[in-house]
């Protein structure tokens, strides 16, 4: 059974940005088995509108987990077979005991990926940690997820972390059995799972991006200006902004090589922070 355990629908809003993804849960679930999946979990940020529409479809063959990314006082937290929406901004633990009383399984997903908010060394508590996400793409988070993950003996999953319906099935975690939610959900944290690989590009991450930046740019500029510290980050993203709206060879050109540049300084960044760490 090859399952999608991390991906985002239209009920996931950013604060500045809104509107993560275009696609419906229902459009999520159609594309995960046009590509073959065995199932799938919708785990839009902080909320648990999607499986309003999703209760309703039954297959034998394909499993729909219920599910939520939580934002934590810690961190992100994925709710796995839950019943209910858990409101945000609680502490971890709290989080994870109200997973657990709806018979749901807590994930620390992208638990070191310095882009992201994730509970660091607090994933050791988690039911199972998030080894791979398929958005991390500067890669020494991600293996300093799976080394700690077994330095803990913790059941370890991957996800893709999907913000498009495009890029369902990059990161997948294998397991053995039934099309049954409680004996998966059993499966998952049982340790016996298999992950199948694979980085969404960089230049699908910076057309997403740029799309967003983009359909709001004043607001989006204003927000980088009060909020982003790093100038040369600032600097390539207004540059790509501005460029991205020419469809000229040149600027298109630009654009790609400035967000490689970005991902170059995304990379170093992490090694430093997170490669030490994988030696210990």
Not at 48 to 62: A, H, M, N, P, T
Not at 137 to 164: C, E, I, S, W
Request: glycine share 6%; charged share 25%; net charge positive.
């Amino acid at each position: 059974m090859f399952l999608e355990l991390h991906s985002h629908s239209w009920y996931s809003k950013g604060k500045i940005l809104g509107e993560e993804n275009r696609a419906s849960p229902v459009e999520m679930v159609k594309e995960a088995r046009l590509r073959g999946l065995d199932g799938i979990a919708i785990t839009d940020h902080n909320s648990f509108k999607s499986w309003g529409s999703l209760k309703k479809l039954k297959f034998d063959d394909f499993v729909i987990i219920p599910g939520e990314e939580i934002s934590t006082t810690q961190g992100h937290l994925l709710a796995l077979g839950i019943t209910e929406e858990i409101k945000p901004q609680q502490d971890v633990f709290e989080t994870m005991d109200k997973i657990h009383q709806q018979g749901g399984i807590s994930i620390a997903p992208h638990p070191f990926d310095l882009a992201k908010k994730g509970i660091k060394d607090l994933s050791r508590f988690a039911d199972g940690i998030e080894v791979f996400n398929a958005m991390c793409l500067d890669k020494f988070a991600n293996l300093r997820a799976l080394r700690y993950a077994g330095k803990f003996n913790k059941p370890m999953v991957a996800g893709t972390d999907a913000h498009q319906k495009e890029w369902i099935g990059s990161g997948i975690t294998k397991i053995n059995c039934d099309f049954d939610l409680d004996i998966v959900l059993k499966e998952l944290i049982s340790g016996n799972t298999r992950l199948k690989k694979r980085y969404v590009s960089v230049n699908d991450m910076t057309d997403w991006y740029l799309t967003r930046l983009n359909k709001e740019p004043s607001k989006a500029m204003d927000y980088m200006d009060k909020n982003q510290q790093n100038f040369l980050k600032k600097t390539l993203t207004k540059s790509m902004m501005k460029h991205s709206k020419r469809e000229t060879v040149y600027s298109q050109a630009l654009v790609t090589s400035l967000a490689n540049i970005s991902l170059a300084g995304s990379v170093t960044h992490s090694f430093f922070v997170n490669f030490p760490k994988c030696l210990i």
